[in-house]
């Protein structure tokens, strides 16, 4: 088992961490958003991927997903955790919140870049339930623990919610108050800018993945409070930055117990649909990390 972790470069200053490196990866598909971080803490390995790249240079519409899942594949992650700041589309997520999300709806038009697969192979994959039963029992265990732990007792603390749905838009603007009231509408729980495809790509990789969806602000709905700002957001990811870091290092001896009965490892099973005499020697040397146990080369 190794543990990937995407999200800000905040996270690497994890205590206890040991062995770090970082590590250059090229792929298919470009290169990643960075160079990926190395690690180990009581004998899991991890590696960290800054999404946006340090000093978050990267627009959400700009982020190569598909290098970036390929690039964990690739190091031999088989497990994906996705910490990402949201917008709340419910009073009952309030800003410091965390959602541990288990459903995704799509408002973007990149379905072309949420694939391995196109260009003479086809396959389809399942996402009636798209992220991994046991990685997202696990992350809501060790966030309701580290929440508990640095806000002991106090009344009006921040909550951890199991489950919601993420809604993906575009951005990089945010929402209109139009938008986000239609989003309320349908009954969303929170807006975010990147995570479907990193859902949707860890799936066709056969890797357990989870996103721990951290509340920032009410999106623009809200009428008792105001509209979302990049200064709203930085104040409130940098506390949760400390609940995040403690999460992590809470999830670290969780994962040794995780027993492996889901079905992600094998989510392409039955996936391909083209012929295998169709598929060239070309496309499978380079595919190998994701295709390599069906389709190996000839």
């Known amino acids: 088992m190794k543990l990937g972790i995407i999200g800000g470069s905040g996270l690497y200053d994890l205590e206890h961490i040991k062995d770090i490196k970082s ?4 792929t298919p598909f470009g290169s990643p958003s960075d160079e990926l971080v190395c690690g180990t803490i009581d004998g899991v390995e991890l590696v960290f991927l800054p999404r946006h790249g340090k000093g978050h240079r990267i627009l959400p519409g700009e982020i190569n997903h598909r290098a ?5 594949k690739k190091l031999g992650v088989t497990h994906v955790l996705s910490i990402s700041a949201v917008g709340s589309l419910k009073k009952k997520y309030r800003p410091m919140d965390i959602v541990v999300v288990d459903q995704y ?5 990149r379905s072309a870049d949420h694939t391995f697969f196109g260009n003479g192979i086809v396959a389809h994959i399942s996402m009636a339930e ?3 039963p046991e990685l997202f029992k696990t992350a809501f ?7 508990d732990e640095i806000f002991p007792g106090k009344k009006g603390k921040p909550a951890v919610h199991k489950g919601g749905t993420y809604l993906n838009m575009e951005g990089p603007a945010f929402s209109t108050k139009a938008e986000s009231m239609v989003y309320r509408s349908w009954g969303m729980d929170v807006i975010g800018m990147t995570n479907l495809a990193e859902a949707k790509l860890a799936r066709e990789a056969e890797m357990c993945y989870t996103t721990v969806a951290m509340v920032t602000d009410y999106d623009c709905w809200h009428p008792d409070h105001e509209h979302v700002t990049i200064d709203m957001i ?3 990811f940098t506390t949760n930055v400390k609940v995040a ?7 670290i001896p969780m994962m040794k117990s995780v027993k492996g009965k889901c079905k992600c490892g094998s989510a392409l099973s039955a996936a391909i649909i083209t012929s295998p005499d169709f598929v060239g020697n070309e496309f499978r040397k380079s595919m190998s990390p994701i295709i390599g146990k069906y389709l190996p080369v000839k």
């Not at 590590?23 to 090229?26: H, I, L, Q, R, S």
């Not at 970036?68 to 964990?72: G, Q, R, T």
């Open 130 to 132: 798209p992220v991994c």
């Open 245 to 251: 870091k403690l999460m992590i290092a809470k999830m």
């Open 68 to 72: 970036n899942i390929f690039a964990l």
């Open 234 to 236: 930085i104040k409130n």
């Open 141 to 147: 265990k060790a966030a309701k623990i580290s929440l």
């Open 23 to 26: 590590v250059k990866v090229e």
């Open 105 to 109: 709806f799509d408002r973007t038009k």
